[in-house]
């Protein structure tokens, strides 16, 4: 059983930028493909950026690339997501993920274990 806690969100004015970081005890973090998802109102969660259990895959949503970075402490079971050139539509309630696969995956369903997840609001 892997036990995830986000932390880093809040509120930013447009163009800014914020650190999530992603906490993991128990399990094998280490070995797991590890992700972020986000959820705003209405809409369906979806893969904002993933990562394998080396780090040595990504993939990221196309309204991210360029923008925000994954990346994993695996000495630390922690993961990072750094988000900068938010926008209002990064608004949204962000998801840590783990997946026992270990590889990238973009479907919710592939991930087995999830944080309560954190806020993040840009104001336009």
């Known amino acids: 059983q892997v036990q995830l806690v986000e932390s880093g969100g809040g509120l930013v004015q447009t163009g800014g930028s914020l650190r999530l970081s992603c906490a993991a005890s128990?399990?094998?973090?280490?070995?797991?493909?590890v992700a972020w998802f986000r959820q705003s109102p209405g809409k369906e969660r979806e893969l904002v950026a993933a990562?394998?259990?080396?780090?040595?895959?990504?993939a990221y949503a196309r309204s991210v690339e360029g923008r925000f970075t994954i990346s994993r402490d695996n000495a630390k079971n922690t993961a990072y997501l750094q988000m900068n050139s938010l926008r209002p539509e990064d608004t949204a309630i962000y998801y840590c993920?783990?997946?026992?696969?270990?590889?990238?995956?973009?479907?919710?369903?592939?991930?087995?274990?999830w944080g309560q997840g954190t806020q993040v609001t840009v104001s336009s």
């Open positions: 993920a783990v997946g026992s696969g270990g590889g990238v995956d973009a479907a919710v369903v592939q991930y087995d274990y």
């Open positions: 128990g399990g094998t973090f280490s070995s797991s493909g």
């Open positions: 990562m394998s259990w080396s780090g040595g895959g990504t």
